[in-house]
């Protein structure tokens, strides 16, 4: 730690200087303000310990100097007039701590190490949220699609513009609450909160409780007031996911807040007002949800304001391989092996399955097929059944029967045959994947 100690009384200077020094702090020292602001600038200290009486300059004079040069500057100010009001002063002038003369030094070293331990936090915050905002900067999103392009140009303009409501519209598993995560950390929101709440995890009066909050007593059990996301959220950013579940009284509730930027407590009879940026999302098409009486009309046209569609991955083919190869590195690291790649087959399969459960389904593939594998590269057979036999199914509708023509029971005994194979023999795994009982394929096989 390097630690100056401004102060024009030379034997406390020295005896401070000797103590810390005895704990490891390398230490420097300053008489006067001139003095100070010089050697801050040199040596730019972890702490500054200053005394408010200076002989050429009043010590918060100089604190504000030292914020000018550095505004996140650690400073405790010493003084032997004690009071309140000297106290927040000190506060207010900036400095982080007030401590009045004479002190015990074990005092002032505990005041010492609670400063660094709060600026050792305020830096881990830092660098966290420098950290998040590098995540989810548009650049990483993984994609050669032009569409998908055209969604990052649409969802970087909108990230410009903190106070419009975003509709994010797709799929399950597509990737809209990682599309609201980069919206919220390249807009100017990005400092504060961003709140997801999944609607369709919660009932509906626990729904209403989390988004809104309650007044103590507002129903049984409501022993506290409860501050809610909306409030707690307010200068960030809410992530609504699933809103095509919620029900019509939330509907009327979120409608309400949406126009006047204001809501109750359950059991309130205040408003409060708050700045939130709402991001919603549904796998539904809430289009049609209206035009069939089970969502809002007016609520759409509320949530409508910057409408965002993201393609399944069967509409995003050539991502498939970028993605499994994203998916590979992440578990190389996590499960610490050394797998290069996809074979040409496993390749071939991935791009040719139909990914119902999009990025999701392929990043658990991914991941199962990590656990499996031995060797350098993931093969086919590692691979689900469902996965391989899309391949298969594209290998058997190239066939051309150039020389016979052959009977249609015999084509079915042949590819039964084939998906047995490709499944080892597992008659439940088969019949699933051609549609069929088990028992009806028993009784096929028994007629081969």
Known sequence: MRLLIVDDERLLRNSLKRSFERDGATVYLAQDAREALQKFRKISPDLTLLDVRLPDRDGFQVLREIHSINPDAIVILMTAYSGIRGAVEAIKGGAFDYIAKPFDTEELKFAVSKALEVCRLKKEIKKLREDRVQKYHFGRIITNDENMKKVCALARKVAESPTSTVLIQGESGTGKELLCRAIHYNSNRKDKPLVVVNCAALPENLLESELFGHEKGAFTGATRRKIGILETANEGTVFLDEIGDISPSIQVKLLRFLQENEFYRVGGTRPIKVDVRIIAATNRNLEKE?????????????????????????????DISLLAKYFLAEFNMEFKKHVKGFSPEAIRAMEEYHWKGNIRELRNVIERAMILTEGDWILASELPPEVRWAAEKTSDEEVVFVNEVVSLKRMEATYIKKVLDLVDGNKSAAARLLGITRQRLKRKLSQI
């Open 290 to 318: 209206t035009e069939e009486g089970r969502f809002r009309e007016d609520l759409y046209y509320r949530l409508n304001v910057f409408p965002i569609h993201l393609p399944p991955l069967r509409e995003r083919r050539g």
